[in-house]
């Protein structure tokens, strides 16, 4: 079962979404909030697998919350997955950098929201399918600071060439297709490669990909 806590400061927004989310076997809504205050104090009582929240918010916005849910040792499970009303803003590039796990527009068609929560628990992939590649390299294209203690010597050749699909959104079947591996095998790399570089998630393996200058950016 996904648990997951639900925060948007319009009521009726979060109805909808709720009622879609319950609608399905394995996921359960465990609490709602309307701004990023409430997000911390619901993912520290119930820690959920995911915070689905809004990016603007009263209070507290939902970069905030991200930034304190991500830095929170309790909530070292919790994901946050944003919701946003473009797929392209400066609201997204900041809510990567303080710990986004994923991002879903607001227009998403429903499918494609509980596809981008199910990939999310299961840590094999960055984005929802409506928000599109571009994004991560115009991301990774603005300045910001490298995450710390980050260190391409750690990885060997083999991690490096994985970190470089991973931050052109190749989920991890994909990148076992691309470099002829099993898909376990590409998993290992990944998590290794995390663990090796101090990424929370897939979202910060991105960040430091292009950083780091393994990964160009690309302007489209």
């Given at each position: 079962?996904?648990?997951?806590v639900l925060v948007d400061d319009q009521p009726l927004i979060r109805t909808g979404i709720k009622a879609l989310l319950d609608g399905e076997e394995d996921i359960e809504v465990v609490a709602?909030?309307?701004n990023g205050l409430e997000a911390v104090a619901l993912a520290v009582e119930h820690r959920p697998d995911i915070v689905l929240m809004d990016v603007q918010m009263p209070i507290a916005d939902g970069i905030e919350?991200?930034?304190q849910i991500a830095t929170d040792e309790r909530l070292v499970d919790v994901r946050v997955v944003m919701l946003?009303?473009?797929g392209l803003d400066e609201y997204v590039?900041?809510?990567l950098r303080a710990g986004a796990a994923g991002f879903v527009v607001k227009d998403t068609e429903p499918d494609d929201l509980l596809?981008?929560?199910r990939v999310t628990v299961r840590g094999d992939a960055l984005l929802s399918p409506a928000v599109t590649r571009r994004l991560i390299s115009e991301f990774a294209a603005r300045p910001a600071d490298v995450l710390p203690g980050a260190d391409l010597d750690l990885l060997t050749s083999r991690e490096r060439e994985v970190v470089g699909l991973v931050a052109h959104g190749l989920s991890n079947d994909e990148i076992a297709e691309r470099m002829v591996l099993s898909?376990?095998?590409?998993k290992t790399h990944v998590s290794r490669a995390m663990t090796k570089l101090g990424a929370r998630d897939r979202a910060q393996l991105v960040v430091f990909a292009y950083q780091s200058g393994l990964v160009a950016s690309r302007r489209a």
């Open positions: 079962m996904i648990r997951v709602e909030g309307a919350a991200t930034r946003t009303n473009y590039f900041n809510s596809q981008a929560l898909p376990m095998t590409a």
